[in-house]
């Protein structure tokens, strides 16, 4: 069971981070700054320092968050499925569309791993791990078609019209084998 990521921190820290997850929801990765984020507070920008040594343990602090609401709300949607890689998948989908400024920040670039909470993606990887029987190869393609499929709908990268319920609908039909 991975420890809580706000609980390891102190609470001014997880003051810092609750901050910090409104500036990226709002403005988006580009504006998570060390100055923007102090003067969203109201404070110096090197009393943040004293909570959380640099801007990566501020990343890993919100994306170790990130993996345990992931971890928990794809828990839920497998646990209350027959289908429970759709399930996963329509969860997965709808936490990126919800906040997608996270989400972006969580998977578009390298993982810094060492700085995560102890556990949460193992966490997050369980319920999809589960849903596929244990098979990592199939649990890795379900996960590398969900963000494909995100990614392009959330850049916008889908002709417009496209009918994208029906895209999701077809590709968890041809992960499960059916059509």
């Known amino acids: 069971m991975p420890v809580h990521a706000l609980s390891r921190l102190t609470p001014r820290a997880q003051e810092i981070v609750r901050a ?3 500036l990226l929801e709002r403005e988006g990765p580009e504006a998570l700054s060390m100055r923007r ?3 969203q507070l109201g404070i110096r920008a090197s009393s943040i320092y004293e909570h959380l040594h640099d801007k990566q343990a501020l990343e890993a602090a919100l994306i170790s968050v990130g993996l345990e609401e992931q971890a928990d709300l794809f828990a839920q949607a497998v646990h209350r499925s027959d289908a429970p890689i759709a399930a996963l998948i329509a969860a997965y989908r709808d936490f990126a569309r919800r906040q997608p400024n996270l989400y972006r920040l969580m ?3 390298p993982l810094r791993r060492d700085l995560l909470a102890p556990g949460v993606e193992e966490a ?3 319920p999809l791990l589960d849903a596929t029987g244990g098979d990592r190869e199939h ?3 379900v996960w590398a078609f969900a963000h494909g499929m995100v990614i392009l709908e959330l850049n ?3 002709p417009p019209g496209a009918d994208l319920d029906t895209t999701w609908r077809k590709g968890v039909d041809a992960l499960h084998g059916t059509s």
């Open 20 to 22: 910090a997850r409104q």
């Open 37 to 39: 984020l102090a003067a």
């Open 107 to 109: 998977t578009e670039r």
């Open 124 to 126: 997050a990887g369980k």
């Open 139 to 141: 649990a890795r393609a």
């Open 156 to 158: 916008q990268r889908f």
